[in-house]
T-cell receptor, first 115, second 112 residues
Framework: DAGVIQSPRHEVTEMGQEVTLRCKPISGHNSLFWYRQTMMRGLELLIY????????DSGMPEDRFSAKMPNASFSTLKIQPSEPRDSAVYFCASSLRRSDTGELFFGEGSRLTVL | AQSVTQLDSQVPVFEEAPVELRCNYS??????LFWYVQYPNQGLQLLLK??????LVKGINGFEAEFNKSQTSFHLRKPSVHISDTAEYFCAVTFNTDKLIFGTGTRLQVFP
């Protein structure tokens, strides 16, 4: 079975440009999470969805960040305009909510560099 | 509020030696606890979890962890490490299985 698929794997852009990161969760999973990983802050939960509905976006840094989940098989994280401090690895993860495992399945991440 | 503390940012160890990676948590309610491993340029994958029952939990790759409620700890151990265990290890906590709070990670470096 395919795991969580993220694209692009690497993105280099200039400050002020719009960045869109994409995620396809594991089929059948109904929870989706966006995390950001940096050396300074470690892993931070940005937002998560249950059944395509955003449940908690308290980790979204500011209005420049937005996330959508138009259907069960696709989600985007958008940064507009991007800034150098947004440089990080962004992970998408999915899970089957209300299972007894509580296990998240992570994608391989999207490494973003903002110059 | 829930939080997770991993006291050691780096743990160097020689191959075949035992290792313990420490994790302490803070929560006013019952928790579920997890250890994840991240190999270079990869996402995180689950090593083991504690949901209920026996406080000694065994995971993949020979790792185990013990839940200690009185000390609010969930330390990860392996009696004999291999070079291939070199990775970043994350402790995580949740009480509703929807939202995982991760620690800052411990870099395990195994030397030959």
């Amino acid at each position: 079975d395919a795991g969580v698929i993220q694209s692009p794997r690497h993105e280099v852009t200039e400050m002020g440009q719009e960045v869109t990161l994409r995620c396809k969760p594991i089929s059948g999973h109904n929870s989706l999470f966006w995390y950001r990983q940096t050396m300074m802050r470690g892993l931070e939960l940005l937002i998560y969805f249950n059944n395509n509905v955003p449940i908690d976006d308290s980790g979204m840094p500011e209005d420049r960040f937005s996330a959508k989940m138009p259907n069960a098989s696709f989600s985007t994280l958008k940064i507009q305009p991007s800034e150098p401090r947004d440089s990080a690895v962004y992970f998408c993860a999915s899970s089957l909510r209300r299972s007894d495992t509580g296990e998240l399945f992570f994608g391989e991440g999207s490494r973003l560099t903002v110059l | 509020a829930q939080s997770v503390t991993q006291l050691d940012s780096q743990v160097p160890v020689f191959e075949e030696a035992p290792v313990e990676l420490r994790c302490n948590y803070s929560s006013s309610v019952s928790v579920y606890l997890f250890w994840y491993v991240q190999y270079p340029n990869q996402g995180l994958q689950l090593l083991l979890k504690y949901l209920s029952g026996s406080t000694l939990v065994k995971g993949i790759n020979g790792f185990e962890a013990e839940f200690n409620k009185s000390q609010t700890s969930f330390h990860l151990r392996k009696p004999s490490v291999h070079i291939s265990d070199t990775a970043e290890y994350f402790c995580a906590v949740t009480f509703n299985t929807d939202k995982l709070i991760f620690g800052t990670g411990t870099r395990l470096q195994v030397f030959p």
